[in-house]
């Protein structure tokens, strides 16, 4: 008797995805050379959709408790740990993903999108942008931008520049390179070098608030580890665990640089 109402509810929850999807970052939204052939595609991919794994339905975060984690640097292979450990909360995050390494990993890609979550620019290499001529830092952010759009059809991908640097050359180059926003972090638990799941946990139970933007690695096996407890322990908070798009309700403005909501 239960299961069935838990299928219904699930159910009820894949639909209402299905009929509210984002207008940021959305394959079909936001991709130009689709548009004329838009109703065909829907025709065909609308009997997909009851087997669509997206875990959770569209949040207000004008009025829900909301936080934003988003993962840097990856994606490795055991990037899977953390979309697994995502999807079987109902939560979704933010993936920073350097062109280097997603340029092998567009299944990971497609994945992270197919589940509800949205792929970041986070440059090519890695590269000190204060190091770099403009010209340099256009091609790091294109470059990995045509990697992201190759592997997941989305374009526009708001960006985090390597180390948050973000001065004004860099942000007129980057503004220059893509229509896209840049995104940084108002929660930094230090996870690159507290390789401690615990540690990484606790900063960031201590750290954050209503409207967060939370900085982790995905490359790190301490971070990956820490992930189910960080997800469930925000949401026995009341924290709805969204997108960075989420986060502003889809309204992410070009060229302009976030920090927190
Ligand atoms: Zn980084």
């Known amino acids: 008797m ?6 219904v509810v699930a159910g009820g929850v894949l639909l209402a995805l299905v009929m509210g999807s984002g207008p940021v970052n959305s394959p079909r939204a936001n991709s130009p050379e689709s548009a004329p052939r838009a109703p065909a595609i829907a025709a065909i991919k ?3 959709a009851p087997t669509d794994p997206k875990p959770t339905k569209k949040v207000n975060c004008r009025r829900a408790k909301c936080v934003a984690l988003t993962f840097d640097d990856g994606p ?11 999807r079987q909360r109902g939560a979704r995050a933010t993936f920073f993903v350097l062109g280097n390494e997603a340029v ?3 299944k990971l890609l497609r994945r992270m999108v197919r589940e509800g979550n949205v792929v970041g620019n986070h440059s090519w290499d890695h590269a000190m942008f204060t190091r770099l001529s403009s010209a340099a830092i256009r091609r790091e952010v294109q470059r ?3 990697v992201i759009t190759a592997a997941t059809g989305t374009t526009n991908n708001p960006v985090r520049v390597p180390y948050g640097e ?3 050359r860099i942000r007129g180059a980057v503004t220059r390179s893509v229509h896209a926003p840049t995104v940084l972090w108002s929660v930094d638990p230090l996870d690159w070098k507290y390789r401690n799941s615990a540690t990484v946990w606790r900063n960031v139970m201590r750290a954050v608030r209503p409207g967060a933007i939370v900085l982790l690695h ?10 189910p407890r960080i997800i469930r322990s925000l949401q026995a908070r009341g924290y709805v665990l969204v997108t960075v798009p989420e986060l502003f309700n ?12």
């Open 46 to 48: 609308q009997p997909k």
């Open 144 to 146: 990995t931008q045509r």
């Open 2 to 7: 239960s299961r069935v109402a838990i299928l």
């Open 218 to 227: 995905d490359i790190h096996p301490t971070t990956r580890a820490a992930v």
């Open 250 to 261: 889809g309204h992410l403005k070009a060229g302009r640089t976030y920090f927190r909501r």
């Open 166 to 168: 973000n001065d004004a």
């Open 76 to 86: 490795v292979s055991q990037t899977t740990e953390v979309l697994s450990a995502l």
């Open 104 to 106: 092998h990993n567009a």
